[in-house]
């Protein structure tokens, strides 16, 4: 069993920071990727970024340049550095992580944590 836990989220006027943490622990040593998405109200949930094992990583358009993400391999840890925050930044940010288990990806998912950009 895996547990995902996000923390850091909250209310913040446009063009400030935010910094987002994530947490995967249980039965999984290692993740291949982990990453945040975030669901906007009405809208489906979306990639915002995310990075390997390896260090590569890919952004969103939308935060490319003001978001970073990075990760702690040995904790199983992922952070989402959020600068220039923008009311379309507005949503809830799911943790995500996916381990690969023979040809098979699995994905598991935190509760999300709410990230509200005001103007």
């Known amino acids: 069993q895996v547990q995902v836990v996000e923390s850091g989220g909250g209310l913040v006027q446009a063009g400030g920071s935010l910094r987002l943490s994530c947490a995967a622990s249980g039965s999984i040593f290692r993740f291949n990727a982990m990453g945040w998405y975030r669901q906007a109200p009405g809208k489906q949930r979306a990639l915002v970024a995310r990075?390997?094992?390896?260090?590569?990583?890919n952004y969103a358009d939308s935060v490319k340049g003001r978001f970073t993400v990075s990760r702690d391999n040995a904790k199983n840890t992922v952070s989402l550095q959020m600068n220039s925050l923008k009311p379309e930044d507005t949503g809830v940010y799911y943790c995500n992580a996916v381990s690969t288990q023979g040809a098979r990806d699995y994905n598991y998912w935190g509760q999300g944590t709410q990230v509200t950009v005001s103007s």
């Open positions: 990075i390997t094992s390896g260090g590569s990583t």
